[in-house]
């Protein structure tokens, strides 16, 4: 059995697919102010990367901005 890191890890490098995918989305990084145009990976409830991935489950932002830092303000 792994845990829950190890899914997300694997998760992270495309080892195995991320539970959830954002596909197409805008994704705002308030730290570096920048727009990122891809896909958001999430594994075991932690967002584990941006980029292209594949997913069990998936979801089409459309080119709706996804702002991951103001989703859990505390």
């Known amino acids: 059995m792994h ?3 190890q899914k997300q890890i ?3 490098a495309k080892q195995t697919k991320a539970d ?3 596909k ?5 990084n308030v730290f570096t102010r920048e727009i990122i145009e891809g896909d958001l ?3 075991e409830g932690m967002i584990v990367g941006i980029g292209r991935y594949e997913g069990k489950q998936t979801i089409d932002a459309e080119g709706r901005y996804v702002c991951p830092g103001l989703i859990d303000g505390h």
């Open 3 to 5: 845990s829950t890191l």
């Open 10 to 12: 694997a998760a992270a």
């Open 41 to 43: 990976a999430i594994a």
């Open 24 to 28: 197409n989305g805008k994704i705002v």
């Open 20 to 22: 959830l995918v954002i």
